[in-house]
């Protein structure tokens, strides 16, 4: 008997939308695809529960006739391909003909449609469900096309279970309306989510200006214009200067041909060209645009096209990374190159004697422009530490700058079984005085201590902060003058639901038209720290959780930065009694050896480490 059968064309179906249609964010995206392609002025996109229940995206542009409006529910038909030909060069974002027939086939859709044609009277209203054409009927209607999407995946249960939270697909959904709207400056872009516009960006003359509209205001400040050119192929946009990084990496929009692309040729141009400037862990803002001709780049090498292929990749590569840091230099914004080195905490290779490494092995001028990161050696200091020192972060940015940015640790945030070398205790150091503003050098019956001034105070305001939102007992200040904080969509959208635990916490934030927040209380342990970077320091690292947002972790993140933005700083002179206070207090902490984040707040130089070095024992 034979086994294999070909499925039935409904199932067929099903299976290849889930290729297409990943998520709601996906449906968004081909049908914005299509009105781009479609020569729309005007986009609307409107959605209810992160657009599980229902979305809608209405345009201005070419419309369709009766009989193309049902046969673009047909599989492969499309009305930008024509010959085999054509597909070598696709100047269209679309050319598959299968998103409309896949996205009816996992949904309730209706479609409103009419071409510019002024012989016709009225529109079309083509119904679908679940992949079968339920009615066409006229109705009157305005020039363009209007598709809603309801109830997406409603036969496929599997699928519809993978969906995220209402605010996390919501997020999707804002960034890809932000990618196109970046794209597309000439089309007005809405977003609106349950009546309420998160993006609204009227046409404009430019990128520039359009950065500004969705940004908001200075942001642009804190980006360099990107332009180059090889050959035939062109790149051009904005990236970020250094000292702007993001922890996650929703603020990178790469296109190819004004299509929105993942590539990994490009992401890997722009880490290499920001390799010496910022932490591993974080990520530059980057809108990049390459363009080349059609035909040097396949961009049917995923049904989502979002993959692309390059004819000759090592090409935009080389561009990419040139562009980016030429710009970077122009605008005298790449630091000096510092060596660092930074062991890893290992105790077999601490055990191993300690050699002082030969000259030839130092950084030389031509080390120093190859930027690979130095490799792991043993460090007098490290290797002689004697507090509870486990894995840290390999790459460990230099000390100015911000390590907020790095992830925050888990097991870094409460005590736990403390090292055998017993607690840290500061009636026994006595303080010797400060290291270029920035470091307290202690002595104890032990040896040399050296604490970093932020760590340790972020630690002692970290257990506070926390201690007392346990309590509910966190004091708050007022802002004599409330701070207006434009956040980007996809933010704003997540904010609106932390704002009871923010309360909590000791921010008073209010929604205040369009995508922008009213700050009018922090937390009093803030102090004068910059606000509104604090606050998008916080939505930043709450919207990099893909899981479900809990309260505990909601609560650890708003801690950790308010406690890290709060800080003293390096470079900040300290008096004796400032000193003596600080180690006074972190000797009170359950953890005075690490920094939420991992980082070590105390190191050690040991008497006998001292001697050996300097050849006694
Ligand atoms: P593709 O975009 O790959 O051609 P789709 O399934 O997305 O395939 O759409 C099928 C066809 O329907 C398109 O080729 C286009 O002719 C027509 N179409 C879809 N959306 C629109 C729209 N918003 N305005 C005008 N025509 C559209
Ligand atoms: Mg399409």
Redesign the pocket.
């Known amino acids: 008997m034979n086994t294999i059968r070909v499925l039935p064309e409904i199932l067929a179906n099903k299976i290849a939308a889930g290729e297409i249609v990943e998520r709601p964010a996906s449906v968004v995206k ?2 914005l ?3 781009i ?2 020569h ?1 002025r005007a986009v609307y996109v409107s959605v209810q529960s992160g657009g599980k229940r229902f979305i809608q ?1 209405r ?1 201005d ?4 006739n009766q009989d ?1 409006a049902i046969l ?1 529910f047909e599989h492969h ?5 024509q010959t085999a030909e054509d597909l070598g060069a696709i100047a ?11 996205i009816g086939s996992v949904s309730r859709l209706t479609m409103r ?1 009419r071409p510019r044609d002024p012989e016709l009277v009225s529109g079309t209203e083509v119904e679908i469900q679940g992949g079968v054409l339920r009615s066409v009927k006229p109705v009157p209607w305005n020039d ?2 209007e ?1 809603t999407v309801r109830d997406l995946f409603f036969n496929i249960p599997a699928r519809r279970k993978f969906l995220r939270s209402h605010d996390t697909e919501l997020g999707h959904i804002a960034r890809l309306v932000t990618h196109y709207a970046l794209a597309h400056p000439e089309i007005r872009f809405t977003l609106e989510s349950e009546g309420r516009a998160l993006i609204d960006a009227v046409a404009v003359a430019d990128l520039r200006e359009r950065i500004y509209q969705i940004f908001g205001e200075g942001f642009l400040d804190n980006l360099v214009e990107l332009s180059g050119q090889a050959g035939s192929v062109r790149v051009r946009g904005f990236s970020s200067r250094p000292h702007e990084q993001r922890t996650n990496p929703y603020s990178q929009f790469f296109y190819v041909n004004r299509r929105m692309v993942r590539d990994k040729v490009i992401a890997s141009a722009i880490r290499q060209a920001y390799r010496n400037c910022i932490p591993a862990s974080a990520y530059p803002v980057v809108i990049l645009f390459v363009e080349l001709p059609f035909d040097e780049v396949d961009v049917n090498a995923h049904p989502a096209k979002t993959e692309i292929r390059f004819r000759d990749q090592g090409a935009v590569h080389d561009l990419v990374l040139e562009t980016i840091e030429s710009a970077l230099v122009r605008s005298a914004t790449i630091p000096e190159y510092q060596y660092r080195e930074y062991a890893a905490p290992d105790f077999q290779r601490a055990a191993a004697p300690y050699v002082m490494p030969p000259l030839q092995n130092q950084p030389d001028r031509a080390d120093a422009f190859d930027f690979t990161p130095p490799s792991v050696s043993p460090n007098p200091f490290q290797r002689a530490l004697n507090y509870p020192f486990r894995e840290v972060p390999a790459a460990i940015p230099a000390r100015h700058e911000d390590h907020s940015l790095l992830p925050i640790r888990p097991d870094m945030l409460v005590g736990s079984a403390l090292d055998p070398a017993g607690p840290f205790q500061s009636g026994s150091v006595r303080i010797l005085g400060q290291l270029q503003d920035s470091y307290i050098i202690g002595c104890d019956s032990q040896g040399l201590l050296i604490i970093d001034q932020h760590v340790a105070h972020e630690r002692i305001l970290y257990e506070t902060l926390a201690s007392a939102v346990q309590g509910s007992v966190v004091e708050t200040q007022g802002l004599l003058v409330p701070l207006s904080l434009e956040l980007p969509p996809h933010q704003a959208a997540l904010l609106e639901r932390m704002i009871p635990e923010l309360n909590r916490n000791g921010f008073v934030v209010e929604p205040f038209g369009g995508s922008s927040v009213l700050i009018r209380s922090v937390p009093a342990i803030a102090g004068d720290s910059d606000c509104r970077r604090l606050l998008s320091e916080i939505l930043e690292g709450l919207e990099r959780e893909e899981r479900t947002l809990d309260v505990d972790r909601i609560r650890d993140r708003i801690c950790v930065s308010t406690a890290c933005r709060a800080a003293i700083k390096v470079n900040m002179p300290l008096t004796p009694e400032k000193m003596q206070w600080l180690l006074d207090r972190l000797a009170l902490t359950r953890i005075p050896t690490n920094c939420p984040h991992g980082r070590p707040i105390i190191l050690r130089f040991t008497m006998y480490e001292i001697e050996r070095n300097f050849g006694r024992v």
């Open positions: 081909e049908l695809e299509n009105s392609d479609a729309s995206v345009d542009g070419d419309g369709m193309d673009a038909a499309t009305s930008k391909l269209t974002l679309g050319f598959r003909g299968e998103a409309l027939p896949s449609t363009g096309t598709i």
